[in-house]
């Protein structure tokens, strides 16, 4: 399977075939990306002292799947975090490609780094992120907020028909949920059922008084597409009802722009260390053939994150602005 090389309106990707993407500027001023590889059999990280360097940079395999077990199969969208000194991944792995009446059975884990340069340090398996149920579970994503560090995944509830339910839960440390796990979002809307009924991908920013997590939803076709949903800061973010979700998608497919299945997000920060940047996967065809999970050209796209009047992320005219990006280093 080859790179596709058609590009979105003149504009190349980042980082071809790399779905998934996530982007972590640390503390030495370098970046750093992990994304789910077209194979999903490994993790890998990428260095660079720019977000444009990343496209050039050499990836470090830091982790491969098992032969067999609950870590042997379908490696999915590692993210990358800095907790208390240390280094951490969380992934989604399962024993099978198989499915079971369309889910496969993921769950969630978590890898540790104790070494200054994780491209080169020893991970530790931490193990399985526990959560209320024994059941498909993936796209974990962490973040502090107000003094307490949190975890937003998605599930399936076996209650609930569908797919994929978006929850949150407060850490009590780095790969320990504590306390009530909340559902925040599930998808009841229209454009998050096309094919599957999906939310997913879930990723935090927060603006002034308000805080936002982006989402996905719907089949990994050019059907994806993502959500928005927003709560005050200083909202109890366990509650559900802090939590409004917008009425119609942010960021669909746009034939015009030749953009198909935009998503599983997340955010990042421009070199002048205040800009935030929108990191996203997305195919440059509709056609596929096939399962779309096993079509690699989800490529990475990193743009400036626009924002509108009233205060909210502005996504299509984040993708609008990427032709202004492209060869810029300074991203």
């Known amino acids: 399977m080859g790179v596709h090389q058609s590009e979105i309106n003149g504009v190349k990707p980042l980082i071809e075939q790399r779905a998934d993407p996530f982007i972590y500027r640390h503390t030495d001023g370098c970046y750093y990306f992990v994304a789910s590889v077209p194979e999903y059999d490994r993790i890998e990280i990428r260095k660079a002292s720019t977000i444009q360097g990343l496209s050039e940079a050499v ?4 982790w491969r799947k098992h032969e067999t077990g609950m870590l ?3 490696i999915w969208a590692p993210e990358l975090h800095f907790i208390d000194e240390k280094w951490y991944l969380y992934f989604a792995a399962a ?8 889910l496969f059975d993921h769950r969630m884990y978590v890898l540790e780094c104790g070494d200054a340069n994780p491209l080169e340090g020893e991970w530790i398996e931490k193990g399985q992120v526990r959560t ?4 498909f579970a993936l796209d974990a994503t962490t973040f502090e907020h107000n003094g307490d560090r949190y975890y937003v995944w998605a599930q399936k509830d076996p209650n609930i028909e569908g797919n994929s339910n978006l929850y949150i839960s407060k850490m009590s440390n780095p790969w320990t949920l504590t306390g009530k796990q909340t559902m925040i979002a ?9 094919g599957f009924k999906v939310n997913e991908g879930a990723a935090f920013i927060r603006r002034g008084d308000r805080v936002f997590i982006a989402y996905s939803a719907s089949a990994t076709d050019f059907n994806y597409c993502m959500g928005l949903l927003e709560a005050s800061a200083d909202a109890d973010l366990l509650d559900a009802a802090s939590w409004d979700k917008s009425p119609v998608p942010v960021l669909t497919t746009d034939e015009l722009l030749g953009m198909y299945g935009p998503g599983h997000n997340n955010f990042t920060v421009a070199e002048d260390g205040e800009t935030a940047l929108f990191v996203f996967h997305a195919r440059t065809y509709k056609e596929i ?3 779309p999970l096993y079509d690699p050209n989800r490529h990475t796209f990193v ?9 909210r992320p502005d996504f299509r005219a984040s993708v609008a602005a990427l032709p202004c990006h492209h060869g810029d280093t300074s991203l």
């Not at 990836?59 to 830091?62: G, K, N």
């Not at 024993?95 to 369309?102: F, K, Q």
């Not at 209320?132 to 059941?135: N, V």
């Not at 599930?186 to 096309?194: A, F, G, K």
């Open 289 to 291: 053939v096939g399962d």
């Open 72 to 74: 042997s199969a379908n």
């Open 59 to 62: 990836p470090a395999v830091v």
């Open 95 to 102: 024993h099978t490609s198989e499915t079971n009446e369309g």
């Open 132 to 135: 209320a149920w024994e059941s």
């Open 303 to 311: 743009t400036e994150l626009q924002w509108t009047e009233d205060g």
């Open 186 to 194: 599930m998808p009841d809307l229209d454009w998050e059922r096309i």
